[in-house]
């Protein structure tokens, strides 16, 4: 069976351990989840480095990038939307009034601009007017006490047109003190997907009445520190009136390009799973008829009979399907922590098993440059890779590394550990590689340990040196303490050992 398909993705945090302790890594600052702000949902929804981006509003903001780095780089930032203001007390009036037009939801970054592009893509949270939210900010790396403000953009703003200003701005009441009794640890299962958090604060917000169509609310989160580190997010809502609105999450995209490759005979097979159960299961099989990807997704969507799984564009707070443009359709499902996989079918059969492999020296010297390669076979979708800073420092997130050895004084073994995550099933894979690093000159041989029984001409290295035992009728001294008998450093070594290149 050979596997194909697309699948959000999530960065992960591996570490890779070897026989050396690995620092901890602090993560900061903040989200907001609920209504989720738009860098937060376009990192949750994922595809920025597999050359698709899944959800539509963080596709059409990608595009005023080139590279996929470019793209990558304002969701992989998405809890990291700060200026800083010069105090801990700046007045909020002061504080808006750094924003130049248009950046508000990029915080001045260049870099993150396309989190201001105005379009009507944008993913929008339904809300009630009239009613209190539970605005969700959660804190990466908790900071308190702080200041939270949250504002909303005046009736009539059109976030599809005009990118978000401070002038575009109404206060949703007065400032919130944060302190440490509000920070809560985050209940399972509220964080979205892909994200992390280390503590969340619940801000109730009254929502004025008389509200229609969408708007943006925006919170500013202000830090009590000597610069003032000030945060903002965006967060698109609608309301819609009516009915209470449905509850549905965006699991990705529902045809990937991948599937291209399928022909004739071959059967796509689409699952969702959630909470470990299967929640839909439906095939299609490809003839010369329907081999176009709008007929064969048009008869595989028509198989799944679950109500609860949606897929489609989601226009107006309803999911319709797009009969024209396939690649624009999604899957949706009503729980959040949902999974999808789909499969390309060749002659039936399960799909062979991903392994993850890492290719590159297993012998280094110490300051000698490196390169290793990491792989995930068979992986049913663009896998993820998460290196560990042993001796990977540089880019620890892509498929390849390079770097430097470190200095040793002794021949040493690291155990480099690479972690994969399969873009479509979520599973990950772990691979190992042996490495020893040896001194950049001499000291290549087995280290010496002490009391060993060593015979006349029995090489070690120490002190970054190699050494050789003397003959009979020095050579028991070898095994004598060490500190009368170390190789190069014990008060008598140089009657058992001779140093050698």
Not at 105 to 130: Q, R
Not at 184 to 189: D, S
Not at 408 to 424: K, M, S, W
Not at 473 to 489: E, L, N, S, V
Request: charge should be neutral; charged fraction near 15%; glycine fraction near 10%.
């Amino acid at each position: 069976m050979n596997t194909l398909m697309r699948y959000s993705k999530y960065l992960i945090l591996c570490w890779l351990t070897a026989i050396v302790s690995i620092p901890a890594i602090t993560w900061g600052h903040g989200f907001v989840g609920y209504p989720i702000d738009r860098q937060s949902n376009c990192k949750s929804t994922g595809g920025h480095w597999s050359g698709y981006i899944n959800d539509d509003g963080c596709r059409t903001a990608a595009a005023i990038h080139q590279t996929d780095a470019q793209k990558a780089y304002p969701t992989d930032q998405f809890h990291e939307y700060s200026i800083v203001t010069g105090s801990a007390t700046t007045p909020i009036e002061q504080i808006l009034s750094q924003l130049k037009p248009g950046q508000v939801c990029s915080a001045n970054d260049e870099k993150k601009a396309s989190m201001s592009v105005p379009t009507g893509d944008w993913t929008k949270t339904p809300l009630t007017a009239g009613s209190t939210i539970d605005l969700k900010l959660f804190m990466t790396a908790v900071h308190e006490p702080s200041r939270a403000f949250v504002f909303i953009t005046k009736p009539g703003f059109n976030s599809a047109t005009t990118a978000v200003s401070t002038s575009d701005l109404l206060p949703l009441g007065s400032m919130h003190t944060i302190t440490s009794s509000d920070v809560k640890p985050p209940p399972a299962g509220t964080i979205p997907k892909g994200l992390w958090a280390s503590g969340v604060v619940t801000i109730p917000t009254v929502i004025p009445g008389g509200l229609t169509g969408s708007a943006v609310i925006v919170l500013i989160w202000a830090r009590d520190d000597s610069v003032g580190e000030t945060f903002f997010m965006c967060s698109d809502v609608t309301f819609g009136g009516g009915p209470d609105p449905v509850t549905r999450y965006l699991i990705g995209p529902f045809v990937d390009p991948a599937t291209l490759t399928a022909k004739p005979g071959d059967q796509i097979r689409h699952r969702v799973i959630s909470n470990g159960t299967d929640v839909s299961d439906a095939k299609v099989a490809l003839t010369p008829d329907n081999l176009p990807p709008a007929r064969w997704s048009r008869e595989l969507k028509d198989r799944i009979t679950n109500p609860s799984v949606e897929i489609g564009e989601l226009q107006n707070g309803s999911v319709k399907f797009n009969t024209v443009d396939p690649l624009r359709n999604h899957v949706f499902y009503k729980e959040r922590d949902a999974l999808q996989n789909m499969t390309v079918i060749e002659g039936g059969g399960p799909a062979p098993t991903p392994t993850a492999m890492i290719t590159g020296p297993t012998e280094l010297k110490s300051g000698q440059t490196y390169s290793f390669v990491g792989e995930l076979k068979n992986a049913q979708n663009t896998p993820q890779y998460a290196w560990a800073p042993v001796l990977i420092t540089n880019d620890t997130s892509s498929k390849t590394v390079t770097g430097t050895a470190p200095t040793v004084a002794n021949p040493t073994q690291y155990t480099v550990r690479l972690n994969t995550r399969d873009g479509q099933t979520g599973t990950n894979y772990t691979a190992t590689h042996t490495i020893r690093v040896s001194p950049a000159s001499g000291g290549d041989a087995p280290a010496y340990v002490e009391g060993t029984s060593y015979k006349d001409g029995d090489i070690v290295s120490n002190n970054g040196k190699n050494y050789k035992c003397k003959p009979w009728p020095y050579t028991g001294w070898c095994a004598g303490a060490a500190w009368a008998y170390a190789p190069g450093k014990g008060t008598a070594w140089a009657d058992a050992w001779e140093e050698v290149p």
